[in-house]
């Protein structure tokens, strides 16, 4: 909790935090049940920024990082089969250095989120958006996001259901995370940082919705080949 309070998680998403506790006794009544002051993992990035707190980076060297892992989400809206989870995957890219830097990586990898959906031949899009759990006194804040196209969403078809889908997102912080954790360049300016995230269990249920999982696996197969990841 203190760590997700340094950067004002919880001021903005608290909606969607899934709050862990313990019972004090042997009866599961909820009065009985102890907070613990720990928040179940709400996105795999938080952990980048926490892990260089305090640190001094050079503006030539970009940080890169990848994860996987799983998170909780308190979804308001409830959740439908594999759309909306309350526990689910999620693939993450971060990137942390200057504003160029960033721009150009959050950019670079917009076109391979378009270039995965026209090779897959995928009815879907890529468009601006912003975050769904603020609060409504932060209306401005959403609206913040969508101006200044900090937000862009990956969109696909779900066609079992006909409801489109947020599969990724690709977001730019500015110096959001980096002022609150004290991440700096080298002349003393905090960082700028990026994230691209796509939820696995979605991502997979929309695809095969579209062109099943033979026709799936035979052309990702071959986009894997064609970027040299095979």
Known sequence: EEDLNQCKYLDQFHPQCVFASCSQNDD????????????????VCMHCYILHKD???NDDKLIRL???????????????????LHDFTMREIVFIGSEIQIIEKRDEYLKK?????????LEGNIKIANDPFFKKADAAKAEFQ???????????????TGNEIAVGSFNYHHTHFAAAYN?????????HSCCIAFGLERLTYTV???????KALTILNEYLEAYGYA
């Not at 990848?66 to 909306?84: F, N, P």
């Not at 200044?148 to 696909?156: A, D, H, I, V």
């Not at 095969?208 to 033979?214: K, R």
């Open 28 to 43: 599961l009544d909820s009065a009985h049940l102890h907070y613990t002051g720990y928040i179940n993992n709400p996105a």
């Open 55 to 57: 640190t001094a980076i």
């Open 66 to 84: 990848t994860m996987k892992g799983r998170c909780k989400r308190q979804e308001v809206s409830g959740y439908h089969t594999l759309e909306r």
């Open 113 to 121: 989120a378009e270039d995965f959906i026209s090779t897959l031949q």
């Open 146 to 160: 969508k101006k200044f196209k900090l937000k862009y969403e990956m969109n696909l078809i779900n066609w079992d």
């Open 183 to 191: 991440i700096q360049l080298s002349n003393g300016q905090p960082a």
């Open 208 to 214: 095969v919705s579209q062109i099943g999982v033979q």
